[in-house]
């Protein structure tokens, strides 16, 4: 005859708390405070960079590059999903995304990333390579924080930091393309 297993929550108190923590459990060893704190001031600053993206694809009018708008419009789609994700995992581990604009433009500017309106197709790209650039940096130290203490929201910084890179090779490779054509 098999023993029956007792359940982990045997009290409602104790059922109680396991509802409160949502899916932190004890096996989670990151500072969750810390690690909520970093995902929305990345978060602010994927927002940041959708609204700059959207800009310039408003204002992108160029018979050299005519794709460039295209490209404009596909990666500020992809900041949206990326902020929105962020946004998701910050719920999952007991935060609040940020949703105040103030607020949201005040920790991107923090992090160094304000949006900005260029002149010129390559000051539009330029300005665009260096957010994914200071995106690059913040993923990348945030991934290397948290790889061995929060493997999901681990997994999910290096997903978007993967497909950051190729923002940055993308807007690179247009800037070399548009210095050629001079």
Do not use: C
Request: proline fraction near 3%.
């Amino acid at each position: 005859m098999k023993k029956k297993k007792r359940s982990k929550y045997s009290s409602p108190k104790q059922l109680q708390k396991s509802i409160e923590l949502g899916a932190v459990t004890k096996e989670y060893k990151a500072d969750a405070k810390q690690v909520i704190k970093e995902l929305n001031e990345l978060r602010s600053t994927e927002i940041a960079s959708y609204l700059q993206y959207k800009q310039h694809a408003y204002m992108a009018v160029s018979l050299f590059s005519p794709g460039i708008k295209a490209e404009f419009n596909a990666h500020a789609n992809q900041e949206l999903e990326h902020a929105d994700l962020l946004a998701e995992r910050i719920q999952q581990i007991g935060g609040v995304p940020i949703f105040d604009p103030e607020e949201i433009a005040e920790k991107a500017r923090q992090a160094g990333v304000e949006p900005r309106q260029g002149r010129t197709m390559a000051e539009m790209i330029g300005q665009d390579l260096t957010l994914e650039r200071q995106q690059i940096e913040r993923y990348s130290v945030l991934a290397r924080n948290i790889q061995t203490t929060d493997s999901v929201t681990w997994l999910l910084v290096v997903q978007i930091l993967a497909q950051t890179e190729k923002h940055a090779a993308e807007l690179a490779d247009f800037l070399s393309r548009e210095a050629d054509v001079r």
